[in-house]
Structures are given as C-alpha cells and as structure tokens.
C-alpha cells in the first residue's frame, strides 16, 4: 500500500500569499495523483488530476506539479474561500490511498 | 448536470447491519466505476471499495474486506454498500464517489456525493 504523507498537518497564512503544500508517496505514484479540497460540511472537490491538470473551472492560481514519490499543489495568491482542507490521493496502485489533509488557516 | 444522492445511514447497533444506498443522475451511469469513500468525524478520508461499470468486478479497503459488499443496479442507476457486522470504528460519512472517465480503473474522482452519517453506537 502506498502511504501518502502530507505536510504541514496545518499551513498559517496570509491572504495574498503564495503557499505549497507537500504530499509524499512511500512509493513511486507516477503522476497518478489528485488533489481534493473539502470545506467544512461539505464533501470533496476535486482540484488537480494528472498531478498537474486543473480541473474544470478551478482558478488558475492552483497549480499541481511532482511525479513519482514527490508532489506539491501550490496557490499562487490566497483567496478567502481557499481557507479550508486539501488532501492528496494516489491512485497509481491498489488500494487507492488519500494523505491525512493539509488544513490552511489564517495567520 | 451529474448528482449523486447517498442515503441509508442512520443509527446502528455494533454488530447489526444497514444498506447505503447512492442515486446517480445526469451521466450514463453505466459507464463509469464507482467508489464509496469514509470520512470518521473529523478525520481524513478513507477508501472503502470500489466497483466496475458493469459489476463484473469489486474491491475493498482490508479493514472492510468479509463485512461489506458493494453492488450496483444499472438499470436503476444505483449504487449500494451492503454493511454487516458493523463496528464503532465504522462511524462515518459515507461518500459515493465516481470515477471520471468512462470504462477507466485506476483514475480520479470528478464527483462527490453530499454522504450520508452511519453512526454505529449502542
């Protein structure tokens, strides 16, 4: 099973400010990661497939990059509504994983 | 546009069972794996089992595997997710979730159901 390691558990900023998460794979993943944010009560939306394809009508400040073990999801500058939680998921083996969550706050 | 509608879940007695079930709408259903996915109350998300487009076809997270079962209903563009022998650990939101491109395994979620609560207490 691939574990995905996501850092920081919890990212303070800014709004405005340019943040990367980090989500690490135990094992290589290719490029077959997403990345989800979920908001509070409300299910997941997916964000980035591919490890860099934005999906539809996601803003062009999120942007996915990495491949193999190393993957990153980067917002260019913080919007209010981006406070919120993203997780990584892999789904390049069997059984599919997510990372823990990375919850970005305000500073 | 596609909906996915999960309903079921409730409160259950450890060890009792309970079927969830996801109404699927606005795709070809048929088409297209589909998954549930957990989230425990203030947890991360969990992978629970996954199903191929024509049923042929299943998998399950090991700490599920022998208690659930996931089915489908092509005809009435439904999912369901057989759950016995629950546990307290089980407590979740429960999400079906569907595999983006048609016919494909191994590919990223485009929707979400909203979940539903499965809440296993005595």
């Known amino acids: 099973e691939i574990v995905l390691t996501q850092s920081p558990g919890t990212l303070s900023a800014s709004p405005g400010e340019r943040v990367t998460l980090s989500c690490r794979a135990s094992q290589s993943a290719s490029t077959n990661v997403a990345w989800y944010q979920q908001k509070l009560g409300q299910s997941p939306r997916l964000i980035i497939h591919g490890a860099s394809n934005r999906a539809t009508g996601i803003p062009v400040r999120f942007t996915g990059s990495g491949s193999g073990t190393e993957f990153a999801l980067t917002i260019s500058s913080l919007q209010s509504e981006d406070f919120t939680i993203y997780y990584c998921?892999?789904?390049?083996?069997?059984?599919?994983?997510f990372g823990q969550g990375t919850k970005v706050e305000v500073k | 546009q596609v909906q996915l509608v999960e309903s079921g879940g409730g409160v259950v007695q450890p060890g009792r069972s309970r079927r969830l079930s996801c109404a699927a709408s606005g795709f070809t259903f048929s088409n297209h794996n589909m998954h549930w996915v957990r989230q425990a109350p203030g947890k991360g998300l969990e992978w629970v089992a996954v199903?191929?487009?024509?049923?042929?076809?299943?998998a399950y997270a090991d700490s599920v595997k022998g208690r659930f079962t996931v089915s489908r209903d092509n005809s009435k563009n439904t999912l369901y997710l057989d759950m016995s022998s629950l546990r307290p650990e089980d407590t979740a939101i429960y999400y079906c979730?569907?595999?983006?491109?048609?016919?494909?395994?191994?590919?990223?979620?485009?929707?979400w159901g909203q979940g539903t609560l499965v809440t296993v207490s005595s």
């Open positions: 979730a569907r595999v983006q491109v048609p016919y494909a395994s191994m590919v990223h979620f485009d929707y």
């Open positions: 998921h892999q789904y390049n083996n069997w059984p599919e994983t």
């Open positions: 199903i191929k487009h024509d049923g042929s076809n299943e």
